[in-house]
């Protein structure tokens, strides 16, 4: 059989094409891509930098350049840092919570009978448009308790019921815990798939060996699937530093859940100030490079493997 | 565990790739529980089924209150609506889609999502094609471009496009925001679809070659029937995320109602109907509707596209 298969593929392989035959039509297979690309990201970047050294006038048109002058305003404004602030609550405990709860749902998930029905489930809430959560969480977080479900089932233990999205103590984590219901499934279809991918020869030998159940997640399961979990948490840092609807649809930046994608889309296109707005999103740009450096590193180094 | 029983010949000089796959499916099948090994399997099953239903009760709470009569729906809770004798109606429904125009809000979001569907996947695969099996100078520099701009905030596109758009009288129409769909999917498609095509067989690739297919050729009927896995689950990512946006919707259509889809005239009565529940319930699960049945159908693909595209790698 071996001889058989090699024979095979001694006949079939092709003669060597020259590797430096250089596709020049390549340029119009990529043409459309990079157009779009370079009006929808560059230009924009570029504009945006400019924009964000300038003043506007009343119409919010540039009226010449400030220098530093919207940064400085971006970190003196009260609204402005508050934003900041909750941009930095949610990158903690949005990125945390859905890449930790996907992580343990599809440790505990994997080879359990009902595998795919649990997934479903935890899956739905991905194919939900920020608006409809909205809806859905407003039955659970409504200061009635004739048909809010938290508080009616706290009111089980006599805890007084809290208008749990107006209050200014509790909105950023009820806005968080929406986000971290829709997001948790993805963070578990993939880590999932990655998990399917370790091979049986690495767990039993780890298993003869005596490690316990601990042992064999940290030293194991984790280390296995080390790119994937990457790639997971960088999407969710992109995603979480970005956050935009699930803020807007529910109280609108008010009562303390304002965010700085909030602000910009505020500053940017309702009140005029399209100067302070650019700063903002130069800003959610720098957050991104250090996420975006290390994933281009750990890119090449996987071509460099391919 | 008897797993190690089987032959651990997969790995062999000469065995077919085939048969290498077949050993180790069948030895998965045999490992179950083999990550927390020693937990009571029922135990684990229960503790599984409790976050799944933990994670539903919010849904299935709207599901309900959506069929509860308008004088119901907010001074009782819908658990209560579960207790007989039941009290359900399909008013909700019909109210919704005949008086509150959500019914062409429903069409304005298929004319936008369906091309905001194809038009990235196209042009991305395209471009993935070119990044994946031909050489041409600057190949990788345009390649790791395309990945860097995977995490450029896309507001920061907003501004400047608008501008451009509202100048040469775009803004408010259809194409404008399949042109802004098409841009912001296309990071993602080129990524995802460049790291597939890339591990299709060379030998394949070559044979086309030599037996004179042109690359136009090879492209649409090598290439494309394929990476079906990838195209489907980036069709359920895109699909999802043009169907379920709302900014790139307010900001280049504006919020005139003839050509507003779903999620803005549902956002709209959020904001207009407050406390309307029995109208914003059943609009709420017409709009979630579509995404699910694209969802399930297309399920099968979705996980395996991911895996063969960036974790495998």
Same mark, same amino acid.
């Given at each position: ?5 090699k ?5 079939t392989?092709?003669?060597?094409r ?23 990201f560059?230009?924009?970047?570029i504009?945006?930098?400019?924009l ?19 940064y400085q ?13 909750n941009?930095v ?12 709860l996907?992580?343990i ?9 009902i595998?795919?029905v ?13 608006t409809a959560?909205?809806?859905i ?9 004739h ?8 009111g ?30 993805f ?10 991918g ?29 790119p ?7 999407t969710?840092?992109?995603n ?6 699930v ?41 991104i ?6 994933n ?11 | 565990?008897?797993?190690?029983e089987?032959?651990?010949t ?21 490992a ?10 029922s %135990?684990?099953?229960? *503790?599984? /089924? #409790?976050?799944g239903?933990?994670?539903?009760? =919010?849904?299935?709470?709207? $599901?309900? !209150? ?58 991305g ?10 050489k ?8 790791? %471009?395309?990945v860097? *701009?995977? /995490? #450029?905030p ?5 501004? =400047?496009?608008?501008t451009? $758009?509202? !100048?040469?009288g775009?803004?408010g129409?259809?194409?404008?925001v ?14 995802l ?79 207009t ?41």
């Open positions: 059989m071996a001889t058989i298969a024979e095979r593929t001694a006949v392989a092709p003669p060597r020259s590797r430096e035959g250089i596709t020049w039509s390549a340029w119009i297979w990529i043409a459309p891509a990079v157009i779009l690309l370079l009006a929808f560059i230009y924009p970047l504009q945006t930098i400019f964000s050294f300038q003043k506007t006038d009343l119409l919010g048109n540039p009226a010449g350049f400030v220098g530093w002058k919207n305003f971006v970190f003196t404004d009260s609204e402005l840092l508050g934003a900041l602030k941009n609550i949610w990158l903690i405990l949005a990125t945390i919570l859905t890449v930790g996907g992580l749902v599809a440790v505990l998930v994997d080879r359990v009978k595998e795919a649990v997934k479903s489930m935890l899956f739905i809430p991905m194919a939900i448009s920020f959560a909205a809806i969480w407003g039955f659970v977080f409504a200061y009635d308790n048909y809010g479900l938290l508080n009616a089932f706290l089980l233990f006599n805890v007084p019921a809290q208008a749990w999205l107006q209050n200014d103590t509790f909105a950023t984590f009820g806005l968080i815990a929406i986000y971290v219901w829709m997001w948790t499934g963070c578990m279809v993939i880590l999932s798939a990655a998990l399917k370790i091979p049986d020869e690495i767990i039993e030998a780890a298993k003869m060996d005596g490690a316990g159940r601990l042992t064999m997640f940290w030293r194991i399961t984790i280390p296995m699937i080390a994937t979990l990457g790639v997971v948490i960088t969710m840092i992109i979480v530093l970005k956050i935009f609807d803020v807007y649809v529910n109280t609108d930046g008010h009562y303390g859940t304002n965010v700085v994608a909030m602000e910009f889309y505020q500053r940017y296109f309702l009140d005029n100030q399209p100067g302070v707005g650019s700063v903002l999103a130069i800003l959610l740009t720098i957050a490079l250090p996420v975006m450096v290390i281009i590193r750990r890119m090449r180094a996987q071509e460099r493997t391919r | 565990m008897s797993t190690s089987i032959p651990v997969t790995g062999q000089a000469g065995t077919p790739a085939i048969a290498t796959q077949l050993v180790r499916a069948a030895e998965e099948e045999k179950k529980g083999r990550y927390l090994k020693g937990w009571s399997g %135990g684990l099953t229960i *503790l599984v /089924v #409790v976050i239903l933990l994670w539903s009760v =919010p849904t299935f709470g709207l $599901f309900v !209150a959506s069929f509860r009569p308008p004088q119901l729906i907010t001074t009782t809770g819908w658990w209560q609506g579960l207790i007989p004798p039941w009290n359900f109606t399909i008013q909700n429904y019909q109210n919704v889609i005949q008086a509150q125009g959500l019914g062409q809000a429903f069409i304005n979001s298929l004319i936008i999502a369906i091309p905001g569907t194809i038009f990235p996947i196209l042009l695969a395209f471009a993935a094609y070119a990044f994946a099996w031909m041409f100078p600057g190949r990788d520099w345009f390649f790791f %471009g395309v860097a *701009l995977l /995490v #450029v896309s507001q920061i596109a907003l501004g =400047p496009v608008y451009v $758009f509202s !100048a040469i775009l803004t129409t259809y194409l404008a399949w042109i802004a769909h098409t841009a912001f999917g296309l990071p993602f498609a080129v990524f679809l460049r790291n597939f095509f890339a591990a299709l067989p060379k030998d394949l690739m070559e044979s086309a070659h030599i037996d004179g297919a042109s690359t136009w050729r090879t492209f649409w009927t090598i290439v494309l029937p394929l990476s079906v896995p990838a195209l489907a689950s980036l069709a359920i990512f895109q699909f999802m995320w043009v169907w379920n946006d709302l900014l790139v919707a307010l900001i280049f259509l504006g919020g005139s109602p003839s050509v507003q889809p779903i999620t803005l005239a549902v956002a709209d009565q959020v904001g109907y407050g406390q309307n529940f029995q109208i914003l319930t059943a609009a709420a699960f017409l709009s979630m509707a579509l995404p699910l049945i694209v969802f399930f159908s297309l399920q099968r693909y979705f996980v395996r596209g991911i895996l063969a595209g960036s974790v495998k790698g």
